[in-house]
């Protein structure tokens, strides 16, 4: 079974949906990242969690919102989706040291806004 | 935020020619990462150099650090098609009184390697 599942891996929705997408790990790590990625853009941070009670915006946190659930939980809402949000979503769980932080990807979750 | 320039952002080569990534920066970071994506799949690491002048090998891949721990090549010997995919450089924050281990990522480049 895969360390970092995502749920949907692909959705379509609508102008002023509300959506969540939800991530799960089984790795036991204590921080969590969401990144959504753009061509040509690169990965770029949304929200990150370093523990249950630690929530942090990240560049990109505008429009999104985030609950952590669990230390294996982590989801992702956009209350309002707009077509700008269109892109794909990952999650990701790292255990961090002090000369290194290995990020641990979920398959992505894949968001049309109509 | 610190920003990381990656390039080229394609390349489109023949198998068994030779190619370099380039991942540069203004500015400094603790250490740096390289990682590969394959269509439908999220990133998977490669390396993490850490020291400046750091020179990493894996396989046909060789990684190295920039002296002043501000830029990072990938250089890919003998390419081939299993080698298609994006790659991804990604330099870690230094932090201040706390390191807070983010992660800021290049655009990536897309790799094309043609049978």
């Known amino acids: 079974d895969a360390d970092v599942t995502q749920t949907p891996r692909n959705r379509i929705t609508k102008t002023g949906k509300r959506i969540m997408l939800e991530c799960s790990q089984t790795?036991?790590?204590?921080?969590m990242y969401w990144y959504r990625q753009d061509p040509g853009l690169g990965l770029r941070l949304i929200y990150y969690s370093f523990d249950v009670k630690d929530i942090n915006k990240g560049e990109i946190s505008d429009g999104y919102s985030v609950s952590r659930q669990a230390q294996a939980k982590f989801s992702l809402s956009l209350e309002s989706a707009i077509p700008n949000q269109t892109a794909l979503y990952f999650c990701?769980?790292?255990?961090?040291?002090?000369?290194?932080?290995?990020?641990?990807f979920g398959p992505g979750t894949r968001l049309t806004v109509l | 935020t610190q920003l990381l320039e990656q390039s080229p952002q394609f390349l489109s080569i023949q198998e068994g020619e030779n190619l370099t990534v380039y991942c540069n920066s203004s500015s400094v970071f603790s250490s740096l990462q390289w990682y590969r994506q394959e269509p439908g799949e999220g990133p998977v690491l490669l390396v993490t150099v850490v020291t400046g002048g750091e020179v990493k090998k894996l396989k046909r891949l060789t990684f190295q650090f920039g002296d002043a721990r501000k830029d990072s090549s990938l250089h890919i010997t003998a390419a081939q098609p299993g080698d298609t995919g994006l790659y991804l450089c990604a330099g870690r924050e230094r932090g201040g009184s706390g390191n807070t281990g983010k992660l800021i990522f290049g655009q990536g480049t897309t790799l094309q390697v043609k049978p």
């Open positions: 790795k036991g790590h204590d921080r």
């Open positions: 990701a769980t790292s255990e961090w040291t002090r000369s290194t932080d290995t990020q641990y």
